[in-house]
């Protein structure tokens, strides 16, 4: 564990923390801008954040500790993954430490505190919500992992530094199937596991509907923030994971300034392009009903099913 | 020193069951946990001593029996199984002395105790066919005592003590005869002959004897479709005794199956491992589907054994895959997993089980639609049913996750290969355990989240008090353990080297390689380091904390009302229960489960439009029992009642039946 | 064009077809199922258009247009018509759900490439090597003509069926014979208009094509 490592995982961290919210503004903007409003500027979730964190904390009574810490772990576990994930460079100091195996248990973590938060209140939204998130965390899982037993076949590993390693020498592999299978059940899963339609709607406020913001539905103030700004960062991982995985090209492979400003440039880019596509397509695609979300989910697994068979077979 | 230690732990053993015969009842109670704890401790520095040196122990007790003496042979396969069974004993035997104050301190089940826990320990360290089937008859006896031990004011305790008898001695029934073919084959009952002989054994008969104990020991795990007993008994015993079953015992089951089909048989074709890893993959759907739906806590716990059994055997029949197409090194990082989880099982189930037990004597039940609120009254039961739940979550940074990643590993890195079936099991497999894993999150959210968190459900869960100190120091202890297991996993490499290497059908070399902090695997380019995670996520809690709540602000918490949708006053009928927690998952599962259902409205008597009261009744039979075990049964009741007939009591009916054996014998052995 | 660039478009388009028989047993409204059949007798075609294109095989070539036309317009067109005349219900009816099909169809994936291997060792062709994808498309267009309700979706599964032997074709033979290619599937074409005469004829005699009720026809 070098130096530059550390710090390479340090940036890393900083740098997506600061750009989670922004992103998330600037889809709010697309989607305001396609349905004819003007939307609020891009910053407005910074500011947001700013806002909730200077009130003071409120808790409800009958909650516990876990409702105190859930946002703590949320975020943190969101943070450690968005230090393993290789944004800028693959020679962050975190990478040997986990795999894209630990990254998912990772924010299972997460989601499990939160629903426990959820269920801590002892309201009916917040069990409901908790019930429900658990639900599209549990099934999700299968096709993360066969998705990641998908990459991992090619490359002989399931560490993020050694497949886009194994993606930068072999140009010709972003396009074969077995990538592009695996490539859109993850983005299956993102759109799952951070609450966008059509699993769930984020701006919602009606609450039958919602999964997220019902099992959230008791924190305020700066425990609002945290849970807030981890569901920003963990949109950011998952479209990194999409982006970097699949088209690594402008990654740095040292840990010099330069080659890391080229590598922040390119994955804003990306991060860009990514973050456009879901919010375009949010506004034609409307929200299904949460008993056919496994019949998507079930898709997402074939098509991660898929990947597995034709990378073995195919190559 | 192994000798020593193992001969402490028989003398502790022997002292506790006395003490447990002679001593009054209170202080009974304390003398028996002492030692029980004693012996468990000794037995576990016997195993710690083989598995850190390189040296196996053997004695010979040539006379012990009338018709074959006892062999003792303890290499690094035995201990790592005693040392699972001295993880859960020694907090289990200081937790029973509170637990039994005030309930189960009967001189049966005081004697059964140690008994039970010294058979444990002892079933791995046989050497022999005979001394491994006294063992572990008497291993079965003193657990069936113990599933008694509740028997007069709990009718369940029966049926469950029923089922266990008839299942535990079906499985030694095919035991016996696995080994016993085994021991005519080589002429000798010790394992050393028995391994020397296995070699002369037809395929035939080598795959026959496997699937005998596959059937035996498979009972003994737990494992579909032989689990029946196993969601019964664990939940009626006291529960250091559940601790100790479900921790312990039950991996047993797995030691039996390795020793005897890739030790003494040394291993066989490919489909033997197929077997194993297909019974695995049924277990770990089945039994997480059920421990999801269960809402009593111990049932779901024993539930969740099953899974977790059905995990092991899928790293033991990924194993016995990956061996005969020569990739070794590949099986004995799956073998290595298998074990790790055998390891961590003990300490995370016994911990939930020990924890359950607290709930139990502190409430008064089980229904987990009738708990609630507990972690303000039951701090230190909360905190460490905490850490089992994340653990057996397989949530880093916690131990199971470590494990978990193992068996991972070793799936995935299975292909390209040249078996077809390699090929199409391992995305199968890797899909069941990603499922097993996301279900068993949900499932242990539900159970911690209802049983400890927001308002009680009864007034019960509302009187609850803190359970007593002794059980806290069990409790404890075994987190204590979670954490050093998830926390310094690499102090486990050097040990399961030696197991692989003691396995030698199955597996050769160094799975696990350690570099400083990282786990690295022999022959896969992958690396963890579950401590620098635990410190990352630590730091990182840190540095949010610091910048967020620093102000005077945050420091001070005003306590409000939850949002109560407009109205007033809340109360725990509005709380989601453990049912409708899992009820957007039972619906998914719907087809596979088939839950039968029964909702009864009572409207008012003036007007149908006001509803007075609702049911909701929901029962998931097990698909298993209903298929198999009810028409096997109806058969044999039909076979009693004809033997009834031909025994109606005449004593004239009896002497002409002898009269026709004698005739019968004198005709053909004429 | 280069070896490279050829197994990469072939495996493409092979995949295509592949997760176009997917999509059908995944998707719900009926005129979206043909668009998704439509895509697949496109897909078949490029993969014909690929080898044709790599082997320098003009005749391959013409079929692949040829396939194009045929299976990716006009048979979905016809299909379209009879969905869109029959004005009951847009929906798909299945006798097992949607996950459980899918899943169905991932094991049937399975057991194609498991039964296949043998077949795969003897040549190490790029072509050979995507021969399980036509069987696993066979292997589901009959999935789907037992599982659905309805005729039209038959005739769907049908054609599936039919694209799933053709690619096998394509694959395994490099090429067929123009003449086999034409006469099989005038058979389809012939298969068409006589299913297309008989769902009309019953539709108009008893309203409508759900087979569960036309089995009481049978007394």
């Known amino acids: 564990m070098s130096p530059t490592g550390i710090a390479v995982a340090v940036l890393q961290v900083i740098l997506t923390i600061a750009v989670a919210p922004l992103l998330v503004g600037m889809m709010r903007v697309i989607r305001a801008r396609l349905e004819g409003r003007v939307g609020a500027p891009i910053r407005q979730p910074w500011r947001d954040l700013r806002k909730l964190l200077r009130k003071q904390r409120m808790v409800s009574q009958n909650t516990g500790v876990v409702f105190s810490i859930a946002p703590l772990v949320l975020l943190a576990s969101a943070a450690l993954v968005a230090g393993i994930v290789p944004f800028l460079s693959t020679t962050s100091a975190l990478d040997q430490v986990g795999d894209l195996f630990a990254i998912v248990y990772l924010l299972l973590l997460g989601t499990v505190f939160l629903s426990l938060a959820g269920l801590d209140a002892g309201t009916a939204f917040g069990g409901m919500g908790s019930s429900r998130e658990m639900t599209i965390a549990a099934i999700a899982e299968p096709t993360l992992l066969v998705a990641i037993f998908a990459l991992s076949v090619s490359t002989g590993s399931s560490n993020l530094g050694a497949i886009v390693a194994d993606t930068l020498a072999n140009p010709s592999k972003a396009a074969s199937p077995a990538s592009m299978l695996a490539f859109s059940a993850l983005a299956v899963v993102t759109i799952a596991e951070t609450g966008r339609i059509p699993v769930d709607n984020p701006s919602t406020h009606l609450e039958l509907t919602m999964i997220h913001e019902a099992m959230i539905l008791e924190y305020s103030g700066p425990d609002l923030a945290l849970v807030e700004l981890a569901a920003h960062l963990r949109l950011v991982v998952f479209l990194g994971l999409l982006a970097n995985l699949f088209f690594p090209w402008g990654i740095a492979t040292t840990a010099q300034p330069l080659h890391l400003l080229a590598a922040a440039g390119a994955v804003t880019v990306k991060l860009i392009v990514l973050a456009a596509v879901i919010a375009a397509a949010e506004v034609f695609i409307a929200k299904v009903r949460l008993f056919r979300v496994p019949e998507l989910l079930a898709a997402s697994f074939v098509l991660a099913f898929l990947a597995v068979t034709v990378s073995f077979f195919l190559v | 020193?192994?000798?020593?230690?193992?001969?402490?732990?028989?003398?502790?053993?022997?002292?506790?069951?006395?003490?447990?015969?002679?001593?009054?009842?209170?202080?009974?109670?304390?003398?028996?946990?002492?030692?029980?704890?004693?012996?468990?401790?000794?037995?576990?520095?016997?195993?710690?001593?083989?598995?850190?040196?390189?040296?196996?122990?053997?004695?010979?007790?040539?006379?012990?029996?009338?018709?074959?003496?006892?062999?003792?042979?303890?290499?690094?396969?035995?201990?790592?199984?005693?040392?699972?069974?001295?993880?859960?004993?020694?907090?289990?035997?200081?937790?029973?002395?509170?637990?039994?104050?005030h309930g189960p301190s009967s001189r049966t089940v005081q004697i059964a105790w140690p008994l039970l826990v010294w058979s444990v320990m002892m079933v791995p360290a046989a050497g022999s066919v005979t001394g491994l089937i006294a063992f572990w008859e008497l291993m079965a006896l003193s657990s069936l005592v113990l599933v008694l031990a509740e028997h007069h004011h709990n009718v369940e305790a029966r049926s469950a003590a029923q089922w266990y008898a008839a299942m535990t001695h079906l499985s030694l029934l095919a035991i016996v005869l696995a080994l016993v073919v085994l021991a005519h084959q080589a002429g000798g009952d010790s394992f050393t002959a028995v391994r020397a002989g296995a070699g002369d054994l037809s395929p035939a008969t080598a795959s026959v004897v496997f699937l005998l104990s596959l059937v035996g020991f498979g009972a003994k795990a737990g494992v579909v479709p032989l689990h029946v007993w196993l969601p019964r008994a664990h939940p009626e015993a006291p529960s250091h005794v559940s601790a100790m079953m479900s921790g312990a015992m039950v991996a047993l089951g797995v030691y039996g199956l390795v020793r005897v089909g890739w030790d003494l048989l040394g291993g066989g074709p490919t489909w033997w491992g197929a077997v194993v890893l297909a019974i695995g993959l049924a277990s770990a759907m089945f039994g997480i589907l059920h421990a999801l739906l269960s809402s009593d806590l111990k049932r779901l716990l024993a539930y969740s054994t099953t899974e977790n059994m059905g995990l092991v055997f899928i790293g033991v029949g990924a194993a016995g895959m990956f061996a005969p197409s020569g990739n070794r090194s590949l099986a004995s990082v799956a073998l290595a997993a298998s074990m790790l989880l055998v390891i961590n099982h003990a300490a995370f189930k016994g911990l939930l089980f020990l924890g359950?037990?607290?709930?139990?004597?502190?409430?008064?039940?089980?229904?987990?639609?009738?708990?609630?609120?507990?972690?303000?009254?039951?701090?230190?039961?909360?905190?460490?049913?905490?850490?089992?739940?994340?653990?057996?979550?397989?949530?880093?940074?916690?131990?199971?996750?470590?494990?978990?990643?193992?068996?991972?590993?070793?799936?995935?890195?299975?292909?390209?290969?040249?078996?077809?079936?390699?090929?199409?099991?391992?995305?199968?497999?890797?899909?069941?355990?990603?499922?097993?894993?996301?279900?068993?999150?949900?499932?242990?959210?539900?159970?911690?989240?209802?049983?400890?968190?927001?308002?009680?459900?009864?007034?019960?869960?509302?009187?609850?008090?803190?359970?007593?100190?002794?059980?806290?120091?069990?409790?404890?202890?075994?987190?204590?353990?979670?954490?050093?297991?998830?926390?310094?996993?690499?102090?486990?490499?050097?040990?399961?080297?030696?197991?692989?290497?003691?396995?030698?059908g199955l597996a050769d070399g160094a799975p696990i390689r350690t570099n400083g902090v990282y786990l690295q695997l022999s022959g896969i380019q992958a690396g963890l380091s579950p401590l620098l995670l635990a410190t990352g996520l630590a730091v990182l809690m840190i540095a949010v904390l610091a910048v967020v709540r620093r102000g005077r602000l945050h420091r001070t918490v005003r306590d409000i009302p939850a949002w109560g949708c407009g109205r007033t006053v809340q109360t725990a009928r509005m709380e989601y229960t453990a049912t409708s927690f899992a009820e957007p998952l039972q619906r998914v599962f719907d087809d596979v489960l088939h839950p039968e259902i029964d909702i009864d409205v009572d409207h008012h008597v003036e007007s149908r439009h006001y509803v007075q009261a609702i049911r909701y009744r929901m029962k998931i039979r097990d698909g298993f029992e209903h298929r198999l075990y009810l028409p096997l049964l109806a058969v044999a009741r039909r076979w009693g009642d004809g033997a009834r007939r031909i025994q109606n009591g005449s004593i004239h009916r009896y002497l002409a039946y002898s009269l026709i054996t004698l005739i019968t014998v004198l005709v053909v052995s004429r | 064009m280069s070896t490279t660039r050829f197994v990469q478009l072939l495996d493409l388009a092979a995949g295509l077809v592949l997760v176009t028989s997917f999509a059908a047993l995944w998707l719900r409204r009926l005129v979206t199922v043909t668009w998704v059949i439509a895509l697949q007798g496109v897909?078949?075609?490029?993969?014909?258009?690929?080898?044709?294109?790599?082997?320098?095989?003009?005749?391959?070539?013409?079929?692949?247009?040829?396939?194009?036309?045929?299976?990716?317009?006009?048979?979905?067109?016809?299909?379209?018509?009879?969905?869109?005349?029959g004005d009951e219900h847009r929906e798909v009816e299945s006798l097992i759900n949607v996950p459980a099909a899918l899943l169905a169809a991932s094991g049937l994936t399975l057991v194609a490439y498991a039964t296949t291997?043998?077949?795969?060792?003897?040549?190490?062709?790029?072509?050979?090597?995507?021969?399980?994808?036509?069987?696993?498309?066979?292997?589901?267009?009959?999935?789907?003509?037992?599982?659905?309700?309805?005729?039209?979706?038959?005739?769907?599964?049908?054609?599936?069926?039919?694209?799933?032997?053709?690619?096998?074709?394509?694959?395994?033979?490099?090429?067929?014979?123009?003449?086999?290619?034409?006469?099989?599937?005038?058979?389809?074409?012939?298969?068409?208009?006589?299913?297309?005469?008989?769902?009309?004829?019953?539709?108009?005699?008893?309203?409508?094509?759900?087979?569960?009720?036309?089995?009481?026809?049978?007394?």
Not at chain 2, 21 to 30: D, E, H, I, M, Y
Not at chain 2, 375 to 399: D, E, K, Q
Not at chain 3, 71 to 81: A, K, M, Q, S
Not at chain 3, 160 to 174: C, E, K, P, Q
């Open chain 2, 356 to 504: 359950a037990g607290s709930i139990l004597s502190a409430t008064g039940t089980r229904d987990l639609d009738r708990l609630g609120g507990l972690a303000r009254r039951m701090p230190v039961t909360a905190a460490t049913f905490a850490i089992g739940s994340l653990a057996i979550a397989a949530l880093p940074p916690l131990n199971g996750f470590v494990s978990e990643w193992l068996l991972l590993q070793s799936l995935v890195h299975s292909l390209p290969s040249n078996a077809a079936v390699v090929a199409v099991a391992m995305p199968v497999a890797v899909a069941v355990v990603a499922l097993t894993g996301g279900l068993a999150a949900a499932t242990f959210v539900k159970a911690f989240g209802t049983t400890f968190l927001a308002m009680p459900r009864s007034v019960e869960a509302g009187q609850a008090h803190e359970s007593p100190r002794t059980m806290q120091v069990g409790l404890v202890a075994l987190s204590g353990v979670c954490v050093a297991l998830a926390l310094a996993p690499t102090a486990l490499t050097s040990p399961l080297r030696r197991v692989s290497a003691a396995v030698g």
């Open chain 2, 1 to 101: 020193m192994v000798g020593a230690a193992l001969a402490v732990a028989a003398v502790a053993a022997a002292a506790a069951m006395i003490a447990g015969a002679v001593l009054p009842a209170r202080s009974r109670v304390v003398w028996v946990g002492v030692c029980t704890a004693l012996c468990a401790t000794a037995g576990g520095a016997a195993a710690t001593a083989v598995l850190t040196g390189s040296s196996t122990f053997q004695a010979n007790f040539p006379n012990l029996f009338p018709l074959g003496g006892v062999r003792i042979e303890f290499d690094a396969l035995s201990a790592i199984f005693s040392l699972a069974t001295a993880i859960v004993a020694v907090p289990a035997a200081i937790y029973g002395i509170g637990y039994s104050a």
């Open chain 3, 43 to 85: 897909a078949l075609a490029a993969v014909a258009l690929v080898i044709g294109a790599y082997e320098h095989e003009t005749e391959l070539v013409l079929i692949a247009l040829m396939v194009g036309v045929l299976r990716g317009v006009v048979l979905p067109g016809l299909i379209l018509r009879a969905v869109r005349a």
């Open chain 3, 117 to 219: 291997r043998d077949v795969v060792a003897l040549s190490s062709t790029p072509q050979v090597r995507a021969l399980p994808l036509g069987i696993a498309v066979m292997l589901i267009g009959m999935l789907l003509i037992v599982t659905r309700r309805k005729a039209v979706l038959q005739i769907m599964g049908v054609l599936m069926l039919d694209n799933g032997i053709a690619l096998v074709m394509f694959l395994g033979t490099s090429g067929v014979p123009l003449a086999v290619e034409l006469g099989i599937a005038s058979d389809v074409l012939l298969a068409m208009f006589i299913l297309q005469v008989l769902t009309t004829r019953i539709r108009t005699k008893f309203g409508g094509t759900d087979l569960d009720q036309l089995r009481e026809l049978r007394d």
